[in-house]
Nanobody, 124 residues
């Protein structure tokens, strides 16, 4: 069965950090562009970050630039999202998925299938 499973969410105080994991089973992530998305209560799902086969090719939403870092560990078949300096506005369910790429740049196109996601809550 082909699956992407998100984990690592939790409750954290403002200014804190979390690392989310997106692990694939049934296929390898090596050459696939992977994106992280989030959906806050009452809001539309939005793209957060994406990465191509190499962790050197990444993209970030303006709202998380400088605070979040996406990386890919092919040996673990996992994409990570390191989130630092978290704010209450980062509270959301976070999802990962296979996205697309254009001329060597990943594009945060919503994937056709979504996993269950992982809840991130930033609150004091």
């Amino acid at each position: 069965q082909l699956r992407l499973v998100e984990s690592g969410g939790g409750l954290v105080q403002p200014g804190g950090s979390l690392r989310l994991s997106c692990t694939a089973s049934g296929f390898t992530l090596d050459n696939l562009p992977i994106g992280w998305f989030r959906q806050a209560p009452g809001k539309e799902r939005e793209g957060v970050s994406c990465v191509l086969s190499s962790s050197s090719s990444t993209k970030y939403a303006d709202s998380v630039k400088g605070r979040f870092t996406i990386s890919k560990d092919n040996a673990k078949n996992t994409v990570f999202l390191q989130m630092n300096s978290l704010k209450p506005d980062d509270t959301a369910i976070y999802y990962c998925g296979v996205v697309t790429s254009v001329q060597g740049v990943c594009v945060m196109t919503p994937p056709p299938y979504w996993g269950q996601g992982t809840q991130v809550t930033v609150s004091s």
